[in-house]
């Protein structure tokens, strides 16, 4: 069982839609992120929160929104997407910056 | 930049076989973490096992080994004894560990089958 629960396990949304992924983690870790990962390809890091700030932005596109309301949850706002968009989002925390990365079990989005 | 070379796209091995998967890199930091990742169909990235740079030991758990070259900037995954559950996408990954730059870095994935 993971320690990272991601919610929805998979979403289907329409091209101006919008939804929200969410990201959860009750070890006490203070650093999390947020992957994105293409079919047969690694894990690309999009945000990365330290401490409930946003300390690494991979150059993201504004309809992918990230938010850290408390040291415990993540979300990914999500907004006027791209089919090209579709692709599964990890979730990770680790202890701090620099530590073992945890990872959840992906949020399988589709952008029709 | 870091990079990570995953020369291996697919392998296959019979059931109980060893197997070794490689994995280079390129970094010019003296300080970082490796890392084996693998990832099931059920799409989790586990880590199978890690190892601190500065550390010369090679890493091992239960099944599976590194062997960690440093200075050839090599670490190659062995499994031995392998069984049906170790069918899965292996990620290779490094991490500095410089303040500010602690970024984790995947290779392209070798996709392992185990064969009954």
């Known amino acids: 069982d993971t320690e990272v629960t991601q919610t929805p396990k998979h979403l289907v949304m329409g091209m101006t839609n919008k939804k929200s992924l969410k990201c959860e983690q009750h070890?006490?870790?203070?650093?999390m992120y947020w992957y994105k990962q293409k079919a047969k390809k690694p894990p690309e890091l999009m945000f990365v929160y330290s401490y409930e700030k946003l300390s690494i932005n991979e150059s993201v596109p504004s309809r992918f929104s990230p938010e850290c309301p408390n040291s415990s949850l993540l979300n990914l706002h999500l907004h006027a997407l791209q089919p090209e968009d579709s692709a599964l989002y990890l979730c990770?925390?680790?202890?701090?910056?620099?530590?073992?990365?945890?990872f959840g079990n992906g949020t399988r989005l589709t952008v029709t | 930049a870091q990079t990570v070379t995953q020369s291996q796209p697919e392998m296959s091995v019979q059931e109980a076989e060893t197997v070794t998967l490689s994995c280079t890199y390129d970094t010019s930091e003296n300080n970082y973490y490796l890392f084996w990742y693998k990832q099931p169909p059920s799409r989790q990235m586990i880590l199978v096992i890690r190892q601190e740079a500065y550390k010369q030991q090679n890493a091992t758990e239960n099944r599976f080994s590194v062997n960690f070259q440093k200075a050839a900037k090599s670490f190659s995954l062995k499994i031995s004894d392998s069984q049906l559950g170790d069918t899965a996408m292996y990620f290779c990954?490094?991490?500095?560990?410089?303040?500010?730059?602690?970024?984790?870095?995947f290779g392209t994935g070798t996709r392992l089958t185990i064969i009954p």
């Open positions: 990954a490094f991490m500095r560990t410089n303040f500010g730059n602690e970024k984790l870095t």
């Open positions: 990770a925390s680790s202890q701090r910056l620099g530590t073992l990365l945890h």
């Open positions: 070890m006490g870790h203070r650093a």
